[in-house]
């Protein structure tokens, strides 16, 4: 049995490295190599919208790329934003020996939001970060300075992140399983879990946020996303979005998933 946990727990953070699908031509993007802190690269896309229209990071989920944040990228430029999404470590493109659950994937955050600072200067930034991508906003040690933040299907804390995970393939007796994942996984990353869990440090994310989530979504239920909306700093809201799984909100939403985010990004990234 110990051995089946540790290959669980090594399958938890195994590198998620894939091709990235080339674009058509009618959404044409600029190819970026970021650098960050440890010498590596992050690899994203660029898509240039309006002067002083605004600036937006994109930050996937767990095992996707930057391909999932792509319809977000479209109807952000048509609203005239620019757009940097961006492969995670050890995801797409970007090189990495573990996914970390947030920890070096807020480096990446960090890395990103400095070149766009230094691409466009003056501009207003906002991020949008869905799951493992939320977290990695939450987790950056460095104060990002955003004028607006969404945050979709975040869990407040890793311990309640992997339950959940054990409980849906497992069923209850999952959570018996869960003291020694989680010990695995502290070792493995070598670090407390404290570190990994969002709600101790959302208090340090100085920016409005939008935090979205699905009534339906088994992964981060709709009770863990409302505390970790109450622990957060105003000004900020809540959308909890009706029959939505854990799942990719644009595309279950759709136009009324737009119309929620342009809203949100319109109050605190126009200037009046």
Do not use: C
């Not at 757009?83 to 970007?94: M, N, P, R, S, V």
């Not at 939403?253 to 929620?260: I, L, N, P």
């Amino acid at each position: 049995m110990l051995i089946v946990m540790f290959a669980v727990g090594s399958i938890l953070t195994a590198p998620a490295n894939t091709a990235v699908s080339v674009l058509t031509a009618d959404f044409p993007v600029e190819s970026v190599k970021i650098p960050t802190a440890d010498q590596s690269v992050v690899h994203g896309w660029l898509v240039h919208g309006k002067p002083r229209g605004g600036v937006v990071l994109l930050i996937h989920s767990m095992r996707s790329n930057r391909m999932e944040m792509l319809s977000r990228a479209r109807f952000l430029k048509n609203q005239g934003y620019s757009a940097l999404f961006i492969d995670l470590q050890a995801h797409g493109e970007t090189a990495g020996d573990k996914i970390t659950f947030g920890l070096k994937e807020a480096e990446n955050v960090e890395a990103a939001i400095a070149y766009l600072r230094k691409t466009f200067p003056g501009e207003r930034l906002a991020a949008i970060g869905t799951s493992l991508g939320a977290a990695a906003i939450v987790l950056a040690k460095q104060d990002l300075k955003l004028n607006a933040v969404i945050l979709e299907s975040l869990h407040p804390t890793i311990e309640e992140a992997i339950d959940n995970r054990l409980k849906l393939h497992l069923g209850e007796y999952g959570s018996l399983l869960l003291p020694l994942m989680l010990w695995q996984l502290s070792f493995n990353l070598n670090v407390p879990l404290d570190e990994l869990s969002p709600i101790i440090h959302i208090r340090n994310l100085h920016a409005p946020a939008l935090f979205i989530s699905g009534t339906h979504d088994a992964h981060t239920t709709q009770s863990e996303t409302e505390r970790l909306y109450a622990a957060a700093n105003d000004p900020k809201e809540l959308w909890i979005v009706s029959g939505a799984r854990h799942f990719n909100m644009h595309t279950y939403a759709g136009r009324v998933y737009e119309e929620y985010v342009i809203d949100f990004l319109a109050q605190h990234m126009r200037e009046h």
